[in-house]
T-cell receptor, first 113, second 114 residues
């Protein structure tokens, strides 16, 4: 199993541009989520999904959209990038609705200039 | 979810046991204690979890006090690769409505010294 994969690893955007961060898992997990981590801070939940077709907002959802058309994929869309969205983004998955052991991807480092 | 308090940093000599404390004095009866760690520039990694009994796995041991207001994560023989930020998280097992996720604080930066 590849586990949780994220692409790209690095991305630089200009203010106002849009892009999609990709996340995929091959463990047939129902639960997937997106976090952002700013320097020196813990992770903050952006959006999550408890299954295909079901998504909901986390702590910091503004400026981001998600969809979940398949169990495997959970892309995160930045609608109009802003410098405040410069961060490292992590995708995670787990069985059930966010159970004990969550598997994290390697992260995407995004810089918005 | 209950709030946790951890020291910002700790040192430990290589080969020694690393004992990382966590205070969670407002924990509720249905909340578990989870530990994750994050090695520099990588995604967080699950270590262990427990409700009220002590737990052990191949990575670590978790000791929870009888009143459940604090816990200690023990890495029995620390190596240089254990240098990481360790997060103590308290939450119900499967969310419980609302924003379902893990609340990561700032954790403890554990530095293993050679």
């Amino acid at each position: 199993n590849a586990g949780v994969t994220q692409t790209p690893k690095f991305q630089v955007l200009k203010t106002g541009q849009s892009m999609t961060l990709q996340c995929a898992q091959d463990m047939n997990h129902e639960y997937m989520s997106w976090y952002r981590q700013d320097p020196g801070m813990g992770l903050r939940l952006i959006h999550y999904s408890v299954g295909a077709g079901i998504t909901d907002q986390g702590e910091v959802p503004n400026g981001y959209n998600v969809s979940r058309s398949t169990t495997e994929d959970f892309p995160l869309r930045l609608l109009s990038a802003a410098p405040s969205q410069t961060s490292v983004y992590f995708c995670a998955s787990s069985v059930g609705t966010g159970g004990f052991e969550q598997y994290f991807g390697p992260g995407t480092r995004l810089t918005v200039t | 979810d209950a709030k946790t308090t951890q020291p910002p940093s700790m040192d430990c000599a290589e080969g020694r046991a690393a004992n990382l404390p966590c205070n969670h004095s407002t924990i509720s009866g249905n909340e578990y204690v989870y530990w994750y760690r994050q090695i520099h520039s990588q995604g967080p990694q699950y270590i262990i979890h427990g409700l009220k009994n002590n737990e052990t796995n191949e990575m670590a041991s978790l000791i929870i006090t009888e009143d459940r207001k604090s816990s200690t994560l023990i890495l029995p023989h620390a190596t240089l690769r254990d240098t990481a930020v360790y997060y103590c998280i308290v939450r119900v097992a499967n969310g419980g409505g609302g924003a379902d996720g893990l609340t990561f604080g700032k954790g403890t930066h554990l530095i293993i010294q050679p």
